[in-house]
């Protein structure tokens, strides 16, 4: 088992049985996560790693828990995201093309995986473009409390 909170990952080091990345990685230091969003309470990690040859095939589950700011009325709604994670990484162009098209495919410079600029990534990747916190159009926001005008108001 290694700890999701290294740095770097050797895809030799990864045996061919497989191993597991679990558990918190090192998310205060993931700069572009927390500016897009309000408050980020725990993000955990549980992947399973298997190496083929020169690939390093990854799958699991990532989780992010936190506030997202609502794009309809601007405030505040809690998040729970749960993003499935299915990735190929290599160390070259050759072995990435071998890779099954189904996965995400990932470079991983003479072999080290740079981890938590990865997994910062797959986490900005699994947030949603426009969250909102409830379908509905006008009046006070049931979640944030905030009132939001009418659509026909601007008319």
Known sequence: ??????????ISR??????????????????RLLQA??????????????????????????RLQGR???????????CDIRQHVRVGVADTEAALAAIDAEREL?????GKLA??????EEALLALPLLPRCM????GICPVSGIEVPSLDANQ
Do not use: K, N, Y
């Open 135 to 138: 379908e509905w159009s006008s």
């Open 106 to 110: 990932v470079m991983a410079a003479e």
């Open 68 to 78: 997202l700011r609502c794009e309809r009325c601007l405030g505040g709604m809690s």
């Open 115 to 120: 981890v938590q600029d990865w997994l910062e």
């Open 37 to 62: 969003v309000q408050q980020l309470d725990s993000v955990r990690v549980d992947l399973r790693l298997q190496r083929r040859g020169r690939v390093l095939l990854v799958d699991g589950e990532l």
């Open 1 to 10: 088992m290694i700890a999701a909170h290294v740095s770097t990952l050797l």
């Open 14 to 31: 990864i045996s061919e049985a497989g191993d597991q990345l679990f558990g918190e990685p090192d998310f205060a230091r993931w700069e």
